[in-house]
C-alpha cells in the first residue's frame, strides 16, 4: 500500500537556526496536509498543498509541494523554543489506505535556548 | 465553535476488560476519525464514520469498533485489552468524509496494565 515516509526523525536545534522535514510518497498524492503536535497535546492543522510545485508560507514556516506531487517539505526559519514540536505530513491513501489519510511518522523538533 | 471533546481523558485498565472511548465532534462536523498514537507506531488511522456508517477501516483487529449515533458522536470500543492497546487514541472530525482536514480532539490516554 501507499506509504509516506518523513525525514529525519528527530531534530536537534539551536534557537534561531533554520529546520527542515521532508515527506516523500511512494506514490502521487492528489494533495498533502502538515500538522504540528506539541508535545502532551494533539495534532493541530497547519497547511494543505494541492498544486504541483505550490509553495506557501505563513510567516516563519515555508510548505512545498513537489512537481512530481509525490514529495513535500516544511521549513521553519530562525526557529523559536515556540515551534517545538511533531511536525507530520499527511496523504491520500492508495491500496488498502484509499480514501483516508495516511500520516508519515513525523519529525521531532527540539529547539534549545 | 467549541473544539472536539473526548472522555475520559486519562483511563487505566488491565488485560482481558474492555473500554469504550467517546467522541463528540465540531458542531456540524458529520465525519469521525479515530487513530491510535503510539511512540512506536506513530498515528495509525482505526476507522471512520459518516453518517452513522462507517466509512474506511484501518488494519486493526476486530477486537476494535466503534460506532456514531445520528447527533454524529461516535464512540469506540475495545474489547480483549492487551497490554499493546496502551496509547493515545485520537478523535478527529471534519465536515465530510474522506480526505478532509482533521480537526484532533485531545486524546484518550489508555493505559493497560
Known amino acids: 500500500g501507499q506509504q509516506v515516509m518523513q525525514i529525519p526523525q528527530y531534530q536537534h536545534v539551536q534557537e534561531g537556526e533554520d529546520f527542515t522535514t521532508y515527506c516523500n510518497s511512494s506514490t502521487t498524492l492528489s494533495n498533502i496536509q502538515w500538522y504540528k503536535q506539541r508535545p502532551g497535546g494533539h495534532p493541530v492543522f497547519l497547511i494543505q498543498l494541492v498544486k504541483s510545485g505550490e509553495v506557501k508560507k505563513q510567516k516563519r514556516l515555508t510548505f512545498q509541494f513537489g512537481e512530481a506531487k509525490k514529495n513535500s517539505s516544511l521549513h521553519i526559519t530562525a526557529t523559536q523554543t515556540t515551534d517545538v514540536g511533531t511536525y507530520f505530513c499527511?496523504?491520500?491513501?492508495?491500496?488498502?489506505?484509499?480514501?483516508?489519510?495516511?500520516f508519515g511518522q513525523g519529525t521531532i523538533l527540539t529547539v534549545h535556548p | 465553535k467549541a473544539g472536539v471533546t473526548q472522555t475520559p481523558r486519562y483511563l487505566i485498565k488491565t488485560r482481558g476488560q474492555q473500554v469504550t472511548l467517546s467522541c463528540s465532534p465540531i458542531?456540524?462536523?458529520?465525519?469521525v476519525s479515530w487513530y491510535q498514537q503510539t511512540p512506536g507506531q506513530g498515528l495509525q488511522f482505526l476507522f471512520e464514520y459518516f453518517s452513522e456508517t462507517q466509512r474506511n477501516k484501518g488494519n486493526f483487529p476486530g477486537r476494535f469498533s466503534g460506532r456514531q449515533f445520528s447527533n454524529s458522536r461516535s464512540e469506540m470500543n475495545v474489547s480483549t485489552l492487551e497490554l499493546g492497546d496502551s496509547a493515545l487514541y485520537l478523535c478527529a472530525s471534519s465536515p465530510r468524509a474522506g480526505l478532509e482536514t482533521q480537526y484532533f480532539g485531545p486524546g484518550t490516554r489508555l493505559l493497560v496494565l
Open positions: 499527511a496523504g491520500p491513501g492508495g491500496g488498502t489506505s484509499y480514501g483516508k489519510l495516511t
Open positions: 458542531s456540524g462536523h458529520r465525519s
